[in-house]
């Protein structure tokens, strides 16, 4: 095998493991943005504060990155639904989503930022673990575990989430909120209450993605900027809402980014995901898998 | 029509200047300023009201398109950077070029990607359009940090010419005036703005799109015409920005700071009127280098971002609406 | 048990515009009663007033459901759902994206209908066999007969003892409101319903009425106590018929 034919393969490779915890970190937006029709940009923040309690139960505690993220879901389930309390009461019920309602997530995301520098430096963190670094040896090649395991996490955060979605009542309920609120309402369910728990239930799948965020890379945290256009991009491409659209793009965006950072160097891999972004909107804004 | 027009522009504002007395009174403002800063007699005092103007021109740019049309820019730094960088090359190429001339290629240059970022994507819903901006600012950023004429990752030195053209003294006065002219500008671009036909269109966007496309507002030109001034007054505002810093690199010309202050100014100040985006860029830029002297740089960013969710959530609109609700 | 409904003295209206001016019926338990009116004369205000969609500014709405009394103005809509008053609305108001199964399970989402949801699936099924072939289809993409049919099925999902229906025959071709109109008969016997129908199509609305109102400009113009009743009335036959 020649070497350019190697790099191709393993940044396939890469690329649909980045694919997998793309999926993970982006599957809170397929649910506040594709089921709620909520714009919420802030989300790279939850998603960093996420990996900075990793960071903190890691390092101070000496627990297993995942687990501590794991523990502290309950509170970031219980912060989306004040998030979600509070843009309802400021913007979704005056009817000013549009232009305060954005501009609100866009402060949050600010301050969480600004907030993150003012704790933690601008210092890059990294994690502790087993899987943080080596390989699974399958012979032909090698899978580094640090891209594996959040693989396995992001798979399992979109099997659960569809199961939960498809199969509750409250998952229904969420599905249909954005379709027809009012028809919701003789259905028995209350749609501000079915928003607020879809609306925690993003809150802590971005909390969980942000673990699996610390263990594929050291983070600081202006990070978070560059999963804004990730995250929207894989939405927007997958078609909003469709959580088998969403595991596409996330597919396809870890490879492309994967073969640019390999073939054109990994200072444009950035730009790939906001190229998407732009082409998907200009040319077919309703996704891949969109009707 | 055009009388109608008007007529209609007076039945709204029957106080008010004319459009050449209200450039007046702002050009003696801006003279009064620029004295005031001048016999204040040292140079920091130049460089924190450049800053201060520089949001004005930000803000007011930011509000032509998200005030008046209801579109929300994320991407401010990528006009503001457009118009730095432009500045950049101008300067390596061609140093020989004034100042104004740059800020002007700039402009046009910043103007030019706001047409086409607003030509992709106006046709689709508004959170569409914020979402692209987002994305354009990275990358922007990215192109300029694989640029290597400019600079690259390293960055770029601009030297700043020792002695001010014109009016003699240090450079930065010079910069301060120009800064405070391309205010002036802005400010009565925007005020003729809300007084026109152009105006009423973007108005008609803001409270019902629908409504407007169905009674024949050509509202994808209109959009266009907002997107084009907005960006290329942002890109304005960051022409000089490179003569001001003398080294500008990638993570300093778009740092997020701007767009939270570009978006929080008119957000605090009010969006519906030209005075919003002045009202805030005094209260916060004064307030911010207030903290900054007193009690940390650090804690000074996070002042726009900390009242502008306040604001939108218990004051949306702004000082400006609070004052008018009061005369009422 | 019995579950019935009572409207007294309803005015209702949107700003500045009356639509009710001092209405009142009643629907006994077990009956089905039509409200007959043209366009624009109240009907469906009438409907969403009951169902807390639009609040009334004077008169009360009671029901009595198995036996217990309850004030309906000022419950939410889905308080209103929860107590066991189904409602199909004018337009149908699917979830277009989800499959006709989705719909359907949606309909059951009130706590009490969850236990009985499996028999009450196998019934929506019997009855509309059409809608267990198409069960895996998006509701969005079926003909206007089998939404309706969808939309009187997901509203039987919630198990309710009064059912409301709003214009059950609008945008039907002829044969298909008589079929629709025949399943609503058959669905309130199966179930042992409350009806109240708000109808345009006075014919077919009162092939399976017990009783009706007639409502004209926000007003009760008459109240016929009986189908033969509402037959042989002039003010129907100038009203309808245009004699």
Known sequence: MDASADLLINALISGLLLGGFYAAVSVGVAISFGMLDIVNIAHPAVILLGSYVAFIGNTVFGIDPILATVITLPVFYLLGMVAYQVYYVAFERRDDQSLRGLSFFFGILFIAEVGLILSFGVDYRSVQAWYVSGNLNLGIIELPWRLLVPFLLGMAMVVGLQLYLSRTFIGRAIQAVAQDQQALRLMAANPTKIKRIAFGLSFATAALGGAALIIIQPVEPSIGREYIGRVFAICVLGGLGSFPGMMIAAVTLGIVENLTATFFGPSWAPAVAFGVLLVTLAVRPSGILGR | ?328 | MASSLSVSNIVAGYGAVRVLDDVSLSVGAGETVALLGTNGNGKSTLMKSIMGMVRPTSGSITAIIDGTRYELVGRSTEEIVDLGIGFVPEGRRLFPKLTVTENLLLGAFRPTARSAIAKNLDFCFETFPRLQERAKQLAGSMSGGEQQMLALARALMSAPRILLIDEPSVGLAPLLVQRTIDKIKELKDGFNLTVLMAEQNFTQAVRIADRGYVIVHGKIAFTGDSAEALNNNDLIREFYLGA
């Open chain 2, 1 to 328: 029509m055009a009388s109608l027009v008007a007529k209609d522009a007076e039945r709204e504002a029957p106080r008010g200047l004319g459009h050449v007395a209200f450039i007046l009174v702002m050009v003696a403002v801006a003279a009064v300023v620029f004295m005031i800063t001048r016999s204040i007699g040292n140079s920091y005092a130049f460089f924190a009201a450049y800053v201060v103007v520089q949001y004005m021109v930000l803000g007011t740019a930011w509000n032509i398109l998200g005030g008046y049309t209801g579109y929300v820019n994320f991407g401010v730094t990528a006009f503001f950077a457009i118009g730095a960088y432009s500045t950049v090359v101008l300067h390596k190429l061609t140093p020989w070029m004034p100042l104004p001339a740059m800020i002007l290629i700039g402009g046009v240059m910043a103007a030019l990607v706001g047409l086409g970022t607003g030509y992709l994507t106006l046709r689709l819903r508004g959170v569409f359009f914020s979402i692209a901006t987002l994305a354009l600012a990275v990358v922007v950023q990215t192109l300029i940090t694989n640029w290597d004429f400019v600079g690259g990752a390293r960055g770029a030195y601009v030297m700043r010419p020792r002695i001010a053209p014109l009016i003699g003294g240090d450079y930065i006065q010079y910069l301060f005036l120009v800064m405070l002219g391309l205010c002036v500008i802005a400010l009565a671009t925007a005020r003729a703005i809300e007084r026109s036909a152009l105006g009423y269109g973007f108005a008609a966007i803001r409270d019902d799109e629908a409504a407007a496309e169905a009674s024949g507002v050509p509202t994808l030109g209109l959009k266009l015409i907002a997107t084009a001034l907005s960006g290329g007054f942002m890109g304005m505002a960051g022409a000089p920005l490179p003569y001001y810093v003398t080294y500008l690199d990638p993570s300093s010309g778009f740092s997020l700071n701007y767009a939270v202050n570009a978006i929080a100014m008119p957000l605090i100040g009010g969006t519906s009127s030209w005075l919003g985006p002045i009202v805030g860029a005094i209260l916060v830029g004064g307030l911010q280098e207030y903290i900054r002297v007193t009690i940390s740089s650090a804690v000074n960013v996070l002042v726009a971002g900390v009242l502008m969710v306040a604001f939108v959530i218990l004051a949306p609109q702004g000082i400006v609406g609070l004052f008018q609700r009061k005369k009422r």
